[in-house]
Nanobody, 120 residues
Framework: QVQLVESGGGLVQPGGSLSFSCLASGSIFSIYAMGWYRQAPGKQRELVATITSGGSTNYADSVKGRFTISRDNAKNTVYLQMNSLKPDDTAVYYC??????????????WGQGTQVTVSS
């Protein structure tokens, strides 16, 4: 069994900052990539940022220069620092991990999602 547990998020005014963390635990052999996705009401889930075990990052154009993804491989934890937040950033944010389980399966896992609301 593998679990991704997110923490952070909440309500913030435009221009403010928030941060997330996501811990992957359970029967994990290795994690290739971790990342964050988001889904706004009435829209499809979209990529926010990803990071590989080697530290290579990928960002959505809409968040480049404002969001920073980082990772602690020893702790199986990924972080997202969000600055200069805009109302368009309002969404449910989901953690994702592409990993190999202890029994050898290569699978994608998702966190439970955490709400971010950017509003004055």
């Amino acid at each position: 069994q593998v679990q991704l547990v997110e923490s952070g998020g909440g309500l913030v005014q435009p221009g403010g900052s928030l941060s997330f963390s996501c811990l992957a635990s359970g029967s994990i052999f290795s994690i290739y990539a971790m990342g964050w996705y988001r889904q706004a009401p009435g829209k499809q889930r979209e990529l926010v940022a990803t990071i590989t075990s080697g530290g290579s990052t990928n960002y959505a154009d809409s968040v480049k220069g404002r969001f920073t993804i980082s990772r602690d491989n020893a702790k199986n934890t990924v972080y997202l620092q969000m600055n200069s937040l805009k109302p368009d950033d309002t969404a449910v944010y989901y953690c994702n991990a592409a990993l190999t389980t202890a029994w050898g399966s290569e699978l994608n896992y998702w966190g439970q999602g955490t709400q971010v609301t950017v509003s004055s």
